[in-house]
């Protein structure tokens, strides 16, 4: 997990899009745990309602 972890971190662009790097952290992550899948909502506080950014 660790190694997952460093990769991404690793992986940082300070000008760039967090949501891609929690999308690169939670597929490494599930791949590691062998999990069928995995999911990440990002909530949109002026709508209210959260979007599927990856599946």
């Not at 971190?9 to 599930?30: A, V």
Request: with cysteine; charged share 20%; net charge neutral.
């Amino acid at each position: 997990m660790l190694t997952i972890l460093a990769k991404a971190l690793s992986q940082i662009d300070l000008d760039g899009e967090t949501d891609k790097l929690i999308c690169e952290i939670l597929r490494g992550l599930s791949k590691a745990l062998n999990a069928s899948s995995s999911t990440f909502w990002l909530y949109d506080k002026v709508t209210g309602y959260l979007s599927l950014q990856m599946k």
